[in-house]
């Protein structure tokens, strides 16, 4: 099971977890399983499947209507032991949220691997 779009009361133990989770941006964490939002559902993935987390910031400059406007889209990658990866907006132009999420991911689960190239085997 690595990542699966999240049905309210289709498993007990998922569900709980959703909803004692705390809202960081557009990601929820809980317990056992990371939430994000993607198109018109949630998605999650279970703690235990992900082997590294790392933050990306996008720079988004664009032509709006008032003029140009810059601003960064903070996202979280994780890897998971299958090898494939996924990406969790966390929003746009939210770092405090961005960072409280990493604190909280680094405290939660101290055992993952955390940032692109530290630790690398």
């Known amino acids: 099971?690595?990542?699966c779009t999240y049905k309210k009361n289709q498993i007990p133990a998922v569900t709980e977890d959703f909803e004692q989770g705390r809202f960081y941006g557009k990601v929820k964490l809980g317990?056992?399983?990371i939430f994000w939002k993607k198109a018109f559902c949630w998605k999650y993935v279970a703690m235990d499947e992900i082997c590294r987390v790392y933050r990306r910031v996008e720079?988004?400059?664009t032509k709006m209507?008032?003029?140009r406007v810059n601003?960064?889209?903070q996202k979280l990658l994780a890897e998971l032991k299958d090898g494939t990866s996924c990406e969790l907006l966390i929003g746009e132009g939210t770092p405090k949220e961005a960072e409280a999420?990493?604190?909280a991911f680094k405290e939660q689960r101290?055992?993952?691997l955390f940032g692109k190239y530290d630790n690398l085997v």
């Open 31 to 33: 317990v056992q399983y």
């Open 1 to 3: 099971m690595a990542v």
């Open 110 to 112: 101290p055992e993952i």
């Open 71 to 73: 601003f960064d889209i």
């Open 59 to 61: 720079a988004v400059d």
């Open 65 to 67: 209507c008032c003029g």
């Open 101 to 103: 999420l990493w604190a």
